[in-house]
Structures are given as C-alpha cells and as structure tokens.
C-alpha cells in the first residue's frame, strides 16, 4: 500500500506476488531497509527452506532477488555507518538437524554485505549472543522465535526474548560497534513475563535522540498465558538507566484473540 502524501490518503493494497516475484512469502516480520546513500530499498523474507533479499532500485515500482539464503527463515536488515548491510535471521532448523552443521545449533544466523545487499558473506553463528547468553530460545518442541535488529550510528540494538528455551524476559542487547561485539552489561530487559516477535525502529527527534522504540507481543496479562495477549510499545534508551521508568512510554495495544507459536 502505498501514500504519496505522508499517510493522509493511500492507494489500492497491491498484492505482494505481483512485484516480488515469488508466491507463498512470508515477509519479514519487522520493517524494510532504505540505504542512507543510493536510496536503494530492501527487504528480506522467507520462504521455507530458503529465505531472500529483494532490491528496488526505483522507489518500489519493481523489486528483484539479490540473494538467496538456504535454511534462514525469518530475517531482518540493519544498515552500519559504513554502508555495510547486515542480515540477521532465526535459525529455525538448529533443533531438528535439517541443515547443515552450521545452523544446528541454538544461535543467530548473520551475514554482512558491502555492495548495497548485492551479494553476502559468509554466513555466521552469532557467538557474541552467545557468549552473553542469548541463543535464539525455543519451545519445548524446538521452535525458535523471530528477532529484531537495528543500526543507529555505531550502536546497534538486538531484541528477542531471553528466557532460554521460554518465550519470555523481552531485552534489547546493545552493541557499541556496530554488531561486532554485544557486552554482557549493555543487555536490557524490557519486560520479565512472556513475549514472543518484536520490531526496533528509529524514532523522530521530538521524542529524543537518545532512545529506540520497541514493538512487541507480550503475554501473561489478564488472564491469558499466551506470548501475545496484547502488544506493548516502549521506550529503550541508549546507555543503560538504573531508573527504566524514566523512559516508561509503554502503550498497550489488546490482541483480538489468542494465538499459538510460530
């Protein structure tokens, strides 16, 4: 859907096969990617096994598959100061042994491109979520759950449930350099109870520029013991406070009904 007049009016939905090329995608969830310098925009998705990247080059007229990653799932993108594009996926296959060796574990998949999401590296475990104690958690039955990333300056912000193998304790991880490394003490927690999917995203300057928003399922509430009872958005800011209510902005948005994992 698109607005040409900052979301005052809005033109026929168009449907998502039509353009990206691909039936039966599941984009995101999160949001999509415009490059600070080119304007390019990207957009990641999936499609089991495999996940994409799509370009557009021409303000979304058109899109075209750029890359194509064997047994990532679902995925965001996350632009560095230097124009690096990095994409950061669940790892949907590390319980049942689907893939190979490298995605059998309980970690992130990331891999990082310097030519505009043309072509990616290597791809990766993410060993520093590891190292500070946030592999991608999973059910009882081995399924994991989607995360959000996002780059702002040199900073950038990770946000999943930490709960081990329970979807819950909603935090944001920071990183000083650009996702190279994530610190043990530049972990928030956002929320204890149970949470499922979340989406970080910039925020304009009037609300400051010191803080991220968040996005996210949250469970537990009036009853209901879901992952997604309702959705909350709240503030996260950028160097740690010993007062989170200071920053306390949360809006709470009921679900309609209850849903089961994904």
């Known amino acids: 859907v698109v607005s040409r007049d900052l979301g005052r009016t809005w033109e026929a939905p ?10 039966g995608i599941l984009v995101g969830p999160g949001v999509g990617l415009q490059l600070r310098q080119s304007g ?5 998705g999936h499609q089991n096994p495999n996940s994409f990247v799509w370009a557009s080059d021409d303000h979304g007229a058109s899109w075209r ?19 690096t594009v990095v994409i950061n996926s669940r790892n949907q296959y590390h319980a049942s042994g689907a893939g190979p060796a490298l995605f059998n574990q309980s970690a992130r998949i990331i891999a990082r491109s310097s030519d505009k999401g043309e072509t990616f590296g290597a791809r990766a475990l993410s060993g520093d979520f590891l190292t500070v104690g946030a592999p ?46 994530f ?13 499922g999917y979340s989406c970080l995203s910039r925020l304009p300057p009037i609300v400051g520029d010191d803080v991220v928003g968040l996005l996210y399922e949250r469970g537990g509430v009036d009853g209901c013991e879901d992952v997604a009872c309702r959705i909350d958005f709240t503030l996260v800011p950028f160097i740690k406070t010993d007062d989170p209510s200071s920053y306390d902005y949360s809006v709470s948005f009921d679900s309609p009904s209850k849903r089961g994992a994904r």
């Open 14 to 23: 168009a449907q998502l096969t039509s353009f990206l090329g691909l039936g």
């Open 40 to 44: 390019r925009l990207l957009y990641c």
């Open 183 to 195: 610190k043990p003490s530049d972990i928030f927690r956002v929320d204890p109870g149970f949470s």
């Open 136 to 181: 991608d958690p999973a059910l009882p039955e081995g399924s994991p759950t989607q995360g959000s990333v996002l780059s702002v300056g040199a900073h950038m912000f990770y946000s999943h449930p930490n709960g081990g193998h329970v979807r819950k304790n909603m935090s944001v991880w920071r990183s000083q350099d650009s996702g190279h490394t």
């Open 65 to 83: 598959v750029t890359a194509v990653f064997p047994f990532f799932n679902e995925c965001q993108l996350t632009e560095t100061p230097d124009g």
